[in-house]
């Protein structure tokens, strides 16, 4: 393509052409000569265009971990935005330092906005970069950085300092070890980056809940934990309260979403090692009940040595009379298409596991549908007690769904049931209940059409039934997460009882 200085110098009278007296001047010069100095001009105007462009891409880019829940973009919301969209989705705007938490979605450095730039719609992203449960397609490469605000629980000497999340000098004895034989045991995980909301649902509703996972851990580079959880008052609350009605205290360790560190640690046995020896003085010195290891994703390599060093940690704690639970992704008898999947070998770590948590979620991705269809729920079942004893597989469900803008499937949020309740001050909604018991509804938005799946009470406990009735033998269940639920979960007939 020829650049402007060659059209202008072509083209005809009275289109751009000098007037005389600029001719007159421009004759002067030699035209060789002409040619030559505008050549070198153009030259050097494109190399300082180019010099410009690389320094303004290679310049670093931050990557803020997202907010709390209640205010993440993943959220939607029928308030204005802070960047003035006024649309259900709020991006573009910068992160809060203070609503740090480490266990939703890192945004991408390279997110942009919809092509579109009027549209309301969320980020144009691959649903890789949504991180919990994915096992269908996460991204393997993750290798997020220690945030500033974790620290290292125990040291490299095995020594501990002298408190941690939810720790006190008046910090109660540990609970009782299990649910009574005649009820099937119900666990939560507490998030830590909506405590709040979660201890007020822990103090309303402990007598229903006999295990809570407070994700308060994760795994750091060297094979050392690090804690991340900063309200401390509300942890040692949380932790009384557990502890004073005599509900297992099982706190959940992460992998950072990162398939890279899991495998670097699993690899190397001097790291192998003293994450193991780091767990154990951990649970000890904290009076834990034990620990759930919630590592996600995987690479299929490590099949193998994931599940030595679970069969080596649960002798280890079993000696110290602690409990060893497992969190895994699903899996169905027909055949497992997806590589994470593959990563966990069921039949050792139930074997060695005193629990194995299924996330029987996430089942609809990259279209709308629903999270836990009760055929697919079945084969995973059946899968389970195939190759785990039945007694030790708890079904994990979730009770925060998904939206997908129309036409745009990568671009998928989580939607949870407050989130209706936001969206219903400004218009009316009609969700309708499929046969799988979950909610889906259509909304419009500035022009913008979206479709929702997502859980009430109602929904949990219809798949609760369902389960009892076809598989009474399963040892329990277990919600992700405490605080995101429908209230009225609670106020139904949430029946445990094994008959």
């Known amino acids: 393509m020829r650049n402007r200085y060659e059209l202008n110098s072509k083209s ?17 010069i030699p035209p060789s000569r002409h040619r030559l100095r505008s050549r070198a001009l153009i030259l050097l105007l494109s190399i300082f265009v180019l010099w410009a462009g ?40 910068e992160e809060e330092e203070d609503d740090w938490h480490p266990l939703l979605e890192w945004e991408p450095p390279e997110n942009t906005s919809s092509s579109n730039p009027n549209s309301s719609g969320p980020p144009s992203q691959s649903t890789s ?62 998030p830590s980056w909506d405590e709040e909301d979660a201890l007020q649902r822990l103090e309303q509703n402990l007598d229903s809940i006999h295990e809570v996972h407070f994700l308060w851990y994760n795994l750091g580079p060297d094979g050392t934990i690090t804690a991340v959880s900063e309200e401390r008052e509300t942890t040692e609350k949380a932790l009384s309260l557990a502890r004073e009605k005599g509900v297992q205290v099982i706190p959940a360790i992460g992998n950072r979403f990162s398939a890279g560190l899991t495998r670097e640690i699993l690899q190397n046995e001097e790291k192998r090692d003293r994450l193991t020896r780091q767990i154990s003085t951990l649970v000890q010195a904290r009076g834990y009940d034990g620990i759930d290891i919630l590592f996600q994703p995987m690479e299929e390599t490590e099949r193998e040595a994931f ?36 990563s966990q070998d069921w039949r050792r770590i139930g074997q060695a596991a005193d629990r194995v948590k ?32 039945p007694s030790k ?11 997908w803008p129309e036409g745009q499937a990568e671009a998928q949020r989580t939607f949870s049931y407050s989130s209706v309740a936001k969206l219903s001050e400004n218009q ?72």
């Open 12 to 28: 005809s009278p009275g289109e751009g052409s000098p007037n005389p007296s600029s001719q007159e001047s421009t004759n002067s």
């Open 54 to 93: 690389y320094g303004a891409s290679t310049t670093p880019t931050s990557v803020s971990p997202p907010t709390s829940h209640s205010e993440t973009s993943d959220t939607p919301s029928s308030s204005m935005n802070r960047d003035g969209n006024g649309g259900i989705w709020d991006h573009g705007a």
């Open 129 to 190: 970069s949504l991180m919990y449960n994915n096992w269908h397609n996460p991204d393997l490469t993750l290798f997020p950085p220690i945030h500033p605000r974790e620290r290292v629980v125990v040291g490299r000497d095995g020594t501990l300092p002298e408190q941690e999340p939810g720790e006190s000098e008046n910090s109660p004895s540990p609970g009782s070890a299990t649910p009574p034989p005649n009820l099937h045991g119900l666990a939560v995980w507490f």
């Open 307 to 342: 599940a030595g060093w679970i069969e080596s940690l649960a002798t280890i704690l079993h000696q110290k009379e602690k409990v060893l639970h497992v969190t895994v992704h699903p899996q169905t008898g027909r055949g497992t298409s997806h590589s994470v999947q593959r």
């Open 358 to 389: 299924i996330m029987a979620f996430n089942y609809s991705w990259d279209h709308p549908g629903p999270s836990t269809p009760l055929d697919w729920l079945d084969e995973v079942i059946l899968h389970a007690t195939e190759e785990i004893e």
């Open 393 to 403: 597989v708890t079904i994990a469900l979730s009770t925060v769904g998904w939206i």
């Open 428 to 499: 009316r909604l009609q969700p309708n209940r499929d046969e799988n018991g979950e909610l889906h509804l259509k909304i419009e938005e500035k022009g913008e059409r979206y479709h929702a799946w997502y859980p009430d009470g109602e929904s949990v406990l219809v798949k609760w039934r369902w389960i009892k009735e076809h598989h009474p033998d399963i040892g329990g269940l277990a919600l992700w997460y405490l605080g995101s639920e429908d209230p009225d979960l609670w106020s139904g007939h949430f029946d445990l009882t094994t008959e």
